[in-house]
T-cell receptor
């Protein structure tokens, strides 16, 4: 069974600085999808970034980028120029491609990020 | 374009009671998934509905059941509520077609408290 592990329960960063959130996963599949979701105190889960395992290039979305290390089964999220609005709980998630784009997501335990002014 | 909506926002029930939560998917989406998120934890997959049938199910007891209507909206029913059922229940919708994004869009959730 696939598992997702986030080993940093809480992190903090000063506004405008860079922070990296860690995620490791376990799977025997060769092709799969990885995601980072953000859940602010308002509770709405928002997709931040996604990575397809067969793509070697790391995904980037504005200030958010990932470091995908397939052999190490590592998928970290880097937030550059942190903003107060980035304060939220961040979840790493895995999806097996065999179930199509609607398959279940397997989430990690989450990392609470506090951006300080 | 309305996103995923859920109702009610909050709900308080007593042990042993039954509850129904509702979800309307994002426009153009035909698949609805339900997740349970305990406080401070990551969401856990309950089940998924497509074409009005349960397509996948997570490790949840039969007390958890669901339904999908012809307009793709969905309900989550929980019978014989336990204190441990207290959680945030999230609905996510997506589109089953190929060649489109792989994103599941989440609703704001329903906070269920069982006393």
């Amino acid at each position: 069974a696939q598992t997702v592990t986030q080993s940093q329960p809480e992190m903090s960063v000063q506004e405008a600085e860079t922070v990296t959130l860690s995620c490791t996963y376990d799977t025997s599949e060769n092709n799969y999808y990885l995601f980072w979701y953000k859940q602010p105190p308002s509770r709405q889960m928002i997709l931040v970034i996604r990575q397809e395992a067969y793509k070697q290039q790391n995904a980037t979305e504005n200030r958010f980028s990932v470091n995908f290390q397939k052999a190490a089964k590592s998928f970290s999220l880097k937030i550059s120029d942190s903003q107060l609005g980035d304060t939220a709980m961040y979840f790493c998630a895995f999806r097996n491609p065999g179930s199509g784009n609607t398959g279940k997501l397997i989430f990690g335990q989450g990392t609470t990020l506090q951006v300080k002014p | 374009d309305a996103g995923v909506t859920q109702s009610p926002t909050h709900l308080i029930k007593t042990r042993g009671q039954q509850v129904t939560l509702r979800c309307s998917p994002k426009s153009g989406h035909d698949t609805v998934s339900w997740y349970q998120q305990a406080l401070g934890q990551g969401p856990q997959f309950i089940f998924q509905y497509y074409e009005e049938e349960e397509r996948q199910r997570g490790n949840f007891p039969d007390r958890f059941s669901g339904h999908q209507f012809p307009n793709y909206s969905s309900e989550l029913n929980v019978n014989a509520l336990l204190l441990g059922d207290s959680a945030l229940y999230l609905c996510a919708s997506s589109y089953s077609g190929t060649g489109l994004s792989y994103e599941q869009y989440f609703g704001p959730g329903t906070r269920l408290t069982v006393t």
